[in-house]
């Protein structure tokens, strides 16, 4: 009986943690690290600001299991677009799909790298310890879906496919004129996918 409530309480415990995560990972894309705060991501977890310190030792903590969560969740939507699309056109669907309209509004839910980006640099080194392994994976990701692939030349055009993807999204997003926006996207699907 004892062990049956320690599992529940463990289980809840688990659970409002990934609210807290889950809530934590959307504010960051958000509103940004600075303007996150724990308070709001309680109330947005459907908990009391008091219960938080039983789920992190600091604000710092949550930001960094944050940037993880918003990292993991935009490097499977990418794997997701890669895997269903031919080998051949894997590059050009992932450019397509990181460019489009769709993942220009969703900022929330999109890439923490182009939402987070300026940001992090001045963020505690556990935040830019997770940044820094998920821009190697989209490197490493890139990288594998190009035709020469192995090859010394494709590890450095995939540091500049991501750089330019993330930059034009940053921009993108930056200006307050849509059909500045679209020409930035359009112009860097051209220049890193001329058949995108």
């Known amino acids: ?10 289980a809840a415990k688990e659970e409002s943690h990934e609210r807290i995560v889950r809530a934590a990972a959307r504010a960051i894309r958000r509103s940004g690290y600075e303007g996150t705060g724990v308070a709001d991501i309680m109330k947005e977890a459907g908990l009391t600001h008091g219960a938080f310190y ?3 030792e ?5 930001l960094a299991e944050a940037a ?14 890669v895997a269903s699309a031919p080998p051949q056109e ?8 990181y460019l489009s309209p769709e993942h220009l509004k969703q900022v929330e839910a999109g890439c923490p790298l182009a939402a987070l980006g300026s ?3 001045r963020q ?15 490197i490493d990701l890139v990288a594998r879906q190009s035709p020469d692939w192995g090859q010394p030349g494709a590890h450095e055009r995939a540091l500049v496919t991501v750089a330019t993807m993330v930059g034009t999204l940053v921009l993108a997003r930056a200006v307050d004129e849509p059909a500045l926006s679209h020409s930035l996207c359009e112009a860097a699907l051209k220049a890193l996918a001329p058949a995108a």
């Open 1 to 10: 009986m004892r062990n049956t409530r320690h599992n529940a309480r463990a």
């Open 54 to 56: 039983a789920h992190f």
């Open 58 to 62: 600091s604000r710092e903590a949550m």
């Open 68 to 81: 993880g969560r918003a990292c993991a969740e935009s490097a499977a939507a990418v794997a997701g677009v």
């Open 90 to 97: 894997a590059l050009a669907t992932m450019l397509r799909a």
């Open 119 to 121: 940001e992090t640099a």
């Open 124 to 138: 505690p080194p556990e935040v830019r310890r997770v940044t820094t392994r998920h821009v190697k994976e989209m």
